[in-house]
């Protein structure tokens, strides 16, 4: 597929900014994935696409977290495994089965987020007592992960508000240990759909570029400023996840709400 050159620099530049939320509160896709499609790119090939640049962008964060000593990755290493599979059976899954009922429930659930991380005074920078150890704990990045395989939206703010509340993290930690996890579920979807040749390579190789970049400055300003930074953009990124969701006429819930 040939783009205009105009097209292909603006989702050059989209990615840059979705690689910059993307490394603090996740929904990078918010921006990349309409951007691909409003370029004329069929949804499968949008969604395939989005996720080469994704996971360089996810993976270009999580080292600049490691870097820095956020992550233990002796501790999220099953996790990081249930996320994986978890997330392959997602995209098997959603070879056989409509979205649409999940699709529905979604902004409820985001919303509910959304307002746990604006008032909830557990979160913080600091770590506290976690409730769930790494293999339990896995079995949760599994269902995330499968969700990101299946549907996808506010899958990194999903994993952020678990590790804090039930692996007792940081909120800078969490944010850390999320992109490893979001690798992980990002490379389980992106091996089946690069096998059924959904990727256009070009495109999602020189987004992944642009997406590094703000990668890279996204998850230094979370480090920087913690949750005085992060608490906000996760609720405000969970916001607008539910309102995206429910603005689309083919979700069963808006269907129901601006129904005449």
Not at 130 to 145: E, F, K
Request: aromatic share 6%; net charge positive; with cysteine.
């Amino acid at each position: 597929m040939v783009l205009e050159p105009s097209v292909f620099i603006t989702l050059i530049a989209v990615a840059g900014a979705a690689g910059f939320v993307d490394s603090i509160a996740g929904g990078g896709g918010l921006l990349t994935v309409p951007a691909l499609l409003a370029a004329g790119i069929p949804p499968v090939a949008a969604i395939a696409t989005n996720k080469v640049q994704s996971i360089c962008g996810t993976s270009s964060a999580c080292y600049a977290f490691a870097k820095k000593g956020h992550i233990d990755f002796k501790q999220i290493a099953v996790p990081a495994v249930g996320s994986l599979i978890g997330s392959a059976l997602g995209a098997i899954t959603l070879q056989k089965l409509s979205p649409t009922i999940l699709a529905g429930v979604m902004p409820i659930i985001l919303i509910l987020m959304a307002g746990y991380f604006v008032f909830s005074p557990r979160i913080s920078d600091e770590d506290r007592h976690r409730i769930l150890g790494p293999l339990p704990y896995a079995l949760v990045a599994a269902a995330i992960g499968f969700y990101d395989g299946f549907f996808g939206p506010g899958a990194g703010s999903f994993f952020a508000v678990s590790l804090v509340t039930l692996a007792g993290m940081g909120i800078i930690r969490a944010t850390g240990h999320t992109k490893v996890l979001n690798v992980a579920s990002n490379l389980g979807a992106l091996i089946l759909m690069a096998a059924g040749g959904h990727i256009i390579w070009t495109l999602g190789l020189s987004m992944a570029v642009a997406n590094v970049a703000g990668a890279q400055l996204g998850s230094r300003s979370a480090m920087r400023f913690g949750s005085r930074l992060i608490k906000p953009l996760l609720a405000t990124i969970s916001v607008a996840l539910a309102i995206k969701l429910l603005l689309d006429p083919a979700n069963p819930l808006s269907q129901l709400i601006w129904k005449r």
